[in-house]
């Protein structure tokens, strides 16, 4: 019986993409760099920022990375609530879930900070057991010991958590972690990379996950 679950952020439970890629095509514009589309850079996130501008950056422009990194914070600290908003359907997945007392958490591979703010702001109504960040405490995702610490903390046993996101490293942090995965058709990458990666179940929409519970 399924007791709990671990949620990815962006992608899955928040559409933030147009916060991010107008915060990254800033940069570029700054530096008369090349910009791209909300759907170019869906396949470029998911890493952290500093992996999105190593991407994002030209190949001969990597010593610029750290300039690059100051300059985007500099841009997303002051509009990364501007367009980020709940999926149809998410806020009332959550409230369902809580209806049903299903402990939840989120890891998530966005600095701490954002990502407490960003739940804060939208889902401030909601009980999650923690929303877990980018921290220097835990090595980012795929590696599983974020994951490993809210199931402990949740005091659940793995087969009792579901992990659900919208790409190959939330699958892949799912299957370091042994637990059971979720992929979620709406978010950034689809279904192709999600049954690729291995995905015990496919959500077409939010409510689809309590077919799984």
Known sequence: MIKGIIFDLDGTLLDTIKDIGNSVNAVMEDNGFKTYSYDEYKLMVGNGFRK??????????QDLIEEAMHSFLYYYDKHYMESSVPYEGIREL???????????????????????????HVFGDVDFIEVLGEKAEFPKKPSPEAALYLIDKMGLKKEEVLYIGDSSTDIKTALNAGLSSIGVNWGFRGEAELKREGATYIAYQPSDILKYL
Do not use: F, G, H, V
């Not at 999105?52 to 422009?61: I, N, Q, S, Y």
């Open 94 to 120: 959550l409230s369902e879930l809580q209806k049903r007392q299903i402990k939840m958490a989120i890891n998530t591979n966005k600095r701490n900070d954002y990502a407490n703010n960003l739940i804060n």
């Open 52 to 61: 999105l501008l190593e991407r994002a950056l030209p190949e001969d422009k």
